[in-house]
């Protein structure tokens, strides 16, 4: 099993920065990736990494602003949001899987095993 806590949700305005950080305990994970929600919409994927980040996607709403990485050695994965906007207010989650596989991401909720509780982040404009 594999164990996911977010971080670094909060309140920014428009135009600001977030990062936010999603520990990982338990065994180790292959690739891994970004969820959000907003109110009263589904669950929609934000950005997706293959193992060992060979290979990433980025929803078109955020190319170019935010960035999905990971720490092997804190066994942590982050998303670094630049350039929020309003509509970027929603509930983060990050998601794992156990693929190890180095060119290949996952875009479907259904391809994630592990989830974390959610982190809000709300951009004020």
């Known amino acids: 099993q594999v164990q996911l806590v977010e971080s670094g949700g909060g309140l920014v305005q428009a135009g600001g920065s977030l990062r936010l950080s999603c520990a990982a305990s338990?065994?180790?994970?292959?690739?891994y990736a970004w969820f959000r929600q907003a109110p009263g919409k589904e669950r929609d994927i934000v950005a997706a990494?293959?193992?060992?980040?060979?290979?990433?996607y980025y929803a078109d709403a955020v190319k170019g602003r935010f960035t999905i990485s990971r720490d092997n050695t804190k066994n942590t994965v982050y998303l670094q949001m630049n350039s929020l906007k309003p509509e970027d207010t929603a509930v983060y989650y990050c998601?794992?899987?156990?693929?190890?596989?180095?060119?290949?991401?996952?875009?479907?909720?259904?391809?994630?095993?592990?989830w974390g509780q959610g982190t809000q982040v709300t951009v004020s404009s």
């Open positions: 998601a794992a899987h156990n693929t190890f596989i180095s060119g290949t991401y996952y875009t479907g909720q259904n391809e994630y095993r592990y």
């Open positions: 990494s293959s193992w060992r980040g060979v290979k990433t």
């Open positions: 338990g065994r180790t994970f292959g690739g």
